[in-house]
């Protein structure tokens, strides 16, 4: 009967930390990609209204509205300044999350390795065990056939 590994409660442990270490990045990745398509949306806004800007211009404006514009303009800007802010943010937050992963999934290969020693000495010990239980029977049976010896 093989036994059982004496650190399977650690490794039973280490991986559901790297699960949660998983999902955590999943995470992390999902909030970076989001803040990055909002970049883009507020950039990809940004250059739409500019564009609105300078037809409206060619077209003559009063100042009012110029400087309605400008300051609409300036209030996208600062979103841009927040929103970068925020990718930059999140992107370390999912280099840090990366980095927690890779400490997380690396104990728990180190475990792992020892888990496979044991069972790979575990299927030696079962192999020599059979084989002396075979060689005993073998050794038996031989015993019992020989003819006795008429000295």
């Known amino acids: 009967m093989p036994r059982s590994f004496s650190l399977q409660p650690l490794l039973d442990l280490m991986q559901e930390r790297t699960d949660e270490a998983t999902r955590r990045l999943g995470q992390l990745i ?7 398509t909002r970049l883009q949306m507020l950039e990809q806004y940004r250059a739409e209204y500019a564009d609105r800007l300078r037809e409206a211009s060619r077209e003559g404006l009063t100042p009012l509205a110029l400087r309605n514009y400008q300051d609409f303009l300036a209030r996208i800007d600062q979103a841009i300044e927040q929103q970068t802010a925020a990718v930059r943010h999140t992107a370390q937050e999912t280099a840090h999350g990366q980095a927690a992963w890779n400490a997380q999934n690396k ?3 180190a475990i792992d390795a020892l888990s496979h020693r044991h069972d790979e000495r575990e299927r030696q010990r079962e192999g020599k065990l059979e ?13 019992l056939s020989e003819p006795p010896d008429n000295d």
Do not use: M, P, T, V
């Open 107 to 109: 104990q728990l290969k």
């Open 30 to 36: 999902a909030a970076e990609q989001n803040a990055k």
């Open 131 to 143: 084989q002396k239980l075979q060689d005993e029977f073998s050794a038996r049976k031989y015993s």
